[in-house]
């Protein structure tokens, strides 16, 4: 459920037109409500209720400042991957203690920032990491609490660049290892072992690979208990999916209800770790019909915003609902290719579409855009980083502006010996060609 929806043939997000929008600020721009991320968070909240729990919010999904000190106002903390991450979740007013740092590369220098900043913990991918975390501990003169992330090697059904709880997967300690990497763990003097982690995988629409992966980690926990180590925390990660087109993955409720009785006599804190299923549908991208075009086999829609903006459909084939901002009920359905102005045939955002005809000047919506979208967005073609605004009832909140010409070349520098304009030959070879 999301709070996009049409009055009068607009197409609203809460109680703003998106056409007001794109008057006030331009295209293409992203939108997110206010209230359906409130919801969202609130749904997964309740649902674990009768559990122990801390939400951290997977903020790789969506991290700018204002939607982490919303997840924050809400109770929530932040699952981090970098040390970017953890500057941003600071700044926002993310408690520290709630923040979980994942990631199978963390380098010294982060992890000592973790460890000043006084997070809750690590999710620990290996051996070298947790040696390589003790180390610097031991330097700080303190300890660091760790989750040791395990691949449960369950199949999550998912698009193979986004599963990660496989055997073959880059991610977590191999089950058959994990008892020898806990104990290890454990005979480290600047390691405080605090709990297990798991992520199998992201828009998971099946509920059995939670339950499956969760089981394998509680037979684990059950293992260690036999060993003397006995854990606080359990962290299932995220993945939880949502509905792009047709799919009808749990709800919070559902998973709640298969997940929570597994739990209850553990006596831990549960640990999760949602992205996508509080921002995804929350968001949109919304973009001008610049140009048509067609060919013997293929009719194009060319708007304004790009791979660059929005990538998931290129890297993916991820598909995206795209909705007129303005419904034209009279308007034949035709199939178009929606394609953005980068200079790559695989810059597209809809491939063979069925959609209402369209003209110049015309706004869409690419729905479902708040995860994944904005974060993974870049330059590409020297294309300014689009604004993103929150809507909260009728009020509009640019909540990152526009990137200008100028700030797509700030830190860069022109070296000494290429001062000279083009064109105009440096001091020395002009006194060479003299000579
Ligand atoms: N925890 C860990 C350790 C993760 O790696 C991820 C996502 C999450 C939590 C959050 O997962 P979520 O609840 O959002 O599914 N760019 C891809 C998704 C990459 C997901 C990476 N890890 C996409 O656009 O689909």
Known sequence: MHDF????????????????????IGTPFYVYSHATLVRHFRAIDSAFQHVPHIIAFAMKSNSNLAILRLMAREGS???IVSGGELYRALKAGVPPEKIVFAGVGKNREEIRYALKSGI???NVESSDELRAIDDVAAEMRTKARVALRVNPDVDPKTHPYISTGMKKS???????RALEEFKLASSLKHIDVAGVHKHIGSQLTDITPFVDALKKILELVEQLKGRGINLRYINIGGGL???????????PKDLSAALSPLLRDLKCTLIMEPGRVIVGNAGALVTKVLYQKA?????????DAAMNDLL?????????EIKPVRETP??????????????????????????????????????SAGAYGFVMSSNYNSRPRVPEVLVKGREIHVIRQRESLADLVRGEAIPAFLKSKAGTPSAKTTKKRKQ
Do not use: N
């Open 5 to 24: 929806a049409y009055r009068q043939g607009e197409l609203y997000c809460e109680d703003v037109p998106l056409s007001r929008i794109a008057k006030e």
């Open 77 to 79: 903390g932040a699952d």
């Open 120 to 122: 809750l913990m690590f």
């Open 170 to 176: 880059k991610f977590g300690i191999s089950a058959d």
């Open 241 to 251: 999916g949502i509905t792009y087109s047709d799919e009808t993955p749990p709800e």
């Open 295 to 303: 060919s013997d086999v293929k009719r194009f829609v060319i708007v």
């Open 312 to 320: 998931r459909p290129s890297l993916y084939g991820a598909f995206h």
């Open 330 to 367: 009279a308007a034949k359905s035709v199939t178009v290719d929606v394609v953005g102005p980068v200079c790559e045939s695989g810059d597209f955002l809809a491939k063979d579409r069925a959609m209402p005809e369209v003209k110049a000047g015309d706004l869409l919506a690419v729905m």
